[in-house]
């Protein structure tokens, strides 16, 4: 099998991860419930792993690292918990529904959205920003990269453009944070969005949102926190005050195995590595007729993925073949970001996602497989 479909989730991950999950299953409990051993050893791995995601982004202060089940609910938590009806928040065409669905909520209940459009290869232009503000602009809400196509966004100047005009700037990064340079105090960063499952290497269930300094998120639930059970309202300091339940110790355990891979090997060797094979196989895909390629391969900011359909084809029956009869693992679909594939003139297409792991043999194999499906 060759696994394409990292933008989805990291299917191929460091075996410390693996070795960290089982170890953890056999020595820790519930963190904050108890000061035995297992619950003691369960706080220091979730602490640890909240220090290792506060370097990574940039974040001074790891009680502001909140931990979730994925980016979802930290984009959901952190527009529900900043966003009031008459507000206005500046948006964009490459958003994953995580952000839309949200936004379109708080749109029906009084907030105002504008939604920057992207051009025919999923590119925005930052003077929209510009024009799309108003008085009551409260945020940006915006992704890193497309999921679609891998294009990125320039988080430095869209963080200076907030900071000029005192905006919120809550940053998606489910398709970055591992993969692209991320730093919340130089980018301005208000809140950053995470999953752990993609780039970080991390489980399934494990993710979070990132708060500077001085940004108050309400939170999207409350009940159990391990502290303070007498009051009447939910914990208001960070990390409990949006971190209700019980943490998936288990899962941050892993993460922070993750973690400790990405440090070891670097998030600019992993991007180089990752880089490299997306254009080996978008330069080996390029030559053969009827392929079409879409995203901007000219941008300064990218991930490793690469968007593309075969003329007259559907994408999902393309994507079944390849992984019937050639063994490659892709995404075919609209990839729940409907205004990039309504930008884009497309509703379905076959995405090819490149991970660390990946190897260049892998990459030819699936150029020639693409190949032989386009007729060559």
Not at 313 to 327: I, P, R, S, T
């Amino acid at each position: 099998m060759i696994y394409f479909d990292a933008a989805a989730t990291s299917f191929l991950k460091p075996n410390e991860v693996r070795e960290a999950m089982s170890q953890a299953f056999d020595t820790m409990s519930s963190v904050g419930r108890g000061a035995y051993r297992p619950a003691l050893e369960a706080g220091r791995t979730v602490l640890h792993c909240r220090e290792q995601i506060a370097a990574l982004f940039g974040l001074h202060d790891p009680s502001r690292v909140c931990f979730m089940h994925n980016a979802t609910e930290a984009l959901n938590t952190a527009i529900f918990g900043l966003i009031d009806p008459g507000d206005h928040v500046i948006t964009t065409a490459l958003e994953h529904n995580s952000v839309l669905r949200p936004l379109y909520y708080m749109e029906e209940s009084g907030a105002q959205l504008t939604v920057l459009p992207a051009d025919e290869k999923g590119q925005i232009r930052f003077a929209d920003f510009e024009a799309a503000l108003r008085p009551n602009t409260r945020a940006v809400v915006c992704t890193h990269a497309s999921n679609v196509t891998g294009n990125g966004l320039d988080l430095q100047r869209i963080g200076t453009f907030c900071r000029k005009h005192d905006l919120l700037f809550i940053v998606d990064a489910a398709q970055s944070a591992g993969t692209l340079e991320i730093n919340m105090e130089k980018q301005r960063i208000s809140v950053l969005c995470f999953t752990g499952h993609k780039g970080l290497f991390g489980p399934q269930g494990t993710g979070g949102l990132c708060v500077a300094s001085g940004v108050s998120i309400r939170p999207l639930k409350v009940g159990g926190s391990g502290i303070q059970s007498f009051d009447r309202y939910h914990p208001f300091q960070y990390p409990e005050a949006l971190e209700a339940g019980t943490l998936n110790v288990l899962g941050l355990a892993g993460l922070s195995a993750g973690l400790d891979f990405i440090n070891k090997v670097g998030v600019s060797t992993i991007h180089a590595q990752e880089d490299m094979l997306a254009r080996r196989f978008y330069a080996g895909i390029s030559q053969c007729p009827n392929v079409v390629i879409y995203g901007d391969w000219e941008a300064p900011i990218r991930t490793a993925t690469v968007a593309m359909n075969l003329e007259g084809e559907d994408a999902g029956a393309v994507a079944d073949v390849l992984a019937e009869d050639y063994g490659i693992c892709t995404r075919a679909g609209a990839h729940c970001a409907p205004r990039m594939h309504d930008a884009l003139g497309t509703d379905s297409l076959v995405r090819f996602s490149f991970s660390y792991f990946n190897t260049t043999e892998e990459v030819d194999t699936a150029i020639r497989a693409v190949c032989e499906l386009a007729g060559v």
